[in-house]
């Protein structure tokens, strides 16, 4: 029987890099495996898997009764609903542990660096497997894509250590060129709506019983967001009311100033200023130094909300 290999729902490049890595991994190792996706591909990993020429893995949105392997999160809200029916192998993630809980012991590589694919290529060293030099450009390119090219709080030096190593094996000359390119390409917002800009990196939390959810767009001048604020506010409203959300925030995050503004839709008007110390005005507050969503956002609001 084939073992599944996933991300998240709301992919991002780490989600489907990472399936893609570990299984190619699973499969040198003599266990069969099959990379697929719970959603669609956004434009960042369209872009790098045409970059470097690998194929795109399969939608699948049901896994009951499957073996599967979860990448870049071990929470229930961001996985498949049948995830409870499909027979979990093991976990990779970068992020607090979720409440995915499984009846029978799993192989788990959880570790506190900026991307999963880290912690992939950690697997690959273990095993002493070699990584292709297609992949290894994947793997580097979702590395910094996490790590906003390395200025993100949650960037170690295990990450950086395993960029120096995937450069090598890529045969990339220009780091910091390849990654501005990819997030040129991340930051487009031309022909793009604002369902799709908003819930490009979107996901849902539970936090003391509320429902929140919280999107983040990276550019690298925020200023090209200005035409469609507007909707985008509106569409975060959508998105909460359609969701039945307690709250959504939007995180506009400008990779050059380092710091990102929050668009707020809350039942409690002063969630954010609780959370964060800071008052917004006309629902939008600007967050400096604030890169994060994982380590400056979501524990803030776990502890407020707990």
Known sequence: MAIYVYGHTNPDSDSIVGAISLAYLKNQLGEEAVATRQGKLNPESTWILEKFNIDVPDLMLEYAGKDVWLVDHSDLAQSPQDVKEANILGIVD??????ITTPTPLECWIRPVGC??????????FYKVDIPKDIAGAMLCAILSDTVIFKSPTCTKVDTKACRELVEIAGVDDVRGLGMEMFTVKSAVDGASPRELTTRDFKDFEMGGKKIGVGQLEVVDISILDKVKSDLFADINKLKEEGGRFAVLLLLTDIMKEGSQMLIVSDDDTLVEKAFGVKPEFNEVWLDKVMSRKKQIIPNLEKLLA
């Open 94 to 99: 970068h992020h607090k542990l979720g409440d």
């Open 116 to 125: 999963s694919c880290t912690i992939v290529k950690e697997m690959f060293d």
